[in-house]
């Protein structure tokens, strides 16, 4: 008689297959002697108490086993909930913004604008030269490779979220454009599609765009500010192509170590 034969005849013996039990206690499977009839049909050698005895002792280690399992899984679950809430600490979250996407001069980088600003002294009106805006997604409609895990349409238009985390134990970070995967011994943090102003517009950085963007809600009237595009391959000039391809959207990762 195979191993899993015998696991099926005492699963059956215990919850019975005819409706009928011969313990109180339906664990004590040992108590069985009689198969079923399905696993009297199995041709096989007959099975002394004995032999069933250890078939049992084996079951219940495996039983102890999967209880040690449980637990740990449920410690590991307590360790990732903690991570998540030293993360949620630790990080900060709030609308991504920039200088004007039609301006010459500015600030270049993006920012991660806090929902709740701190105040100084401050003069009513525009009179310093350099102002921020909200930023929004400006990729076009059609042939969008965003997932849309996070909002069930094209971003296009919409406000842009954004969020700034602290990686605990891993000092370095590295966003790699063109690339899905990550150096070995690095670790991904999230993956997407290479953004940055057009060409014809003020300058700004390349940022790495989550592959399912999320967008800030009832924000999806046509406000422009701070602009974000999907960067393509342009092989008219240096690019190594055809390993990059004219006109495809440029993939990226962010990895920490
Ligand atoms: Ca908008
Ligand atoms: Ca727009």
Known sequence: MTWSVLHMCLLLTVYGSDGQSTSADPRCVYTFTVPTSDCAQTPGPSVDDQLLKGYVIAL??????????????????????????????????????????????????????????????????????????????????????????????????????????????????????????CPGGWTREYHGYLTTSADIYHPTTFECMDEAPEVIEGMGRDSDGALFYTVEGDCSCSLPCPNYVNGWALTCIVCTK
């Open 60 to 181: 219940q280690e495996q039983f102890k086993q999967m209880v040690s399992d449980v637990r740990d899984l449920r410690e590991r679950n307590d360790k990732l909930l903690s991570d998540v809430e030293n993360l949620k600490k630790d990080s900060h979250s709030g609308v991504a913004g920039g200088a004007l996407y039609n301006v010459q001069g500015g600030g270049t980088n993006y920012q991660c604008l806090p929902r709740d600003p701190q105040w100084g002294q401050h003069t009513e009106g525009l009179t310093s030269g350099a102002y921020i805006h909200g930023a929004e997604y400006e990729m076009p409609r059609a042939n969008s490779p965003f997932l849309k895990t996070n909002f069930d349409g094209v971003p296009f238009n919409n406000d842009v979220p954004c969020a700034v985390c602290h990686v605990t134990g891993r000092q370095a970070k590295l966003m790699i454009p063109a690339r899905k995967e």
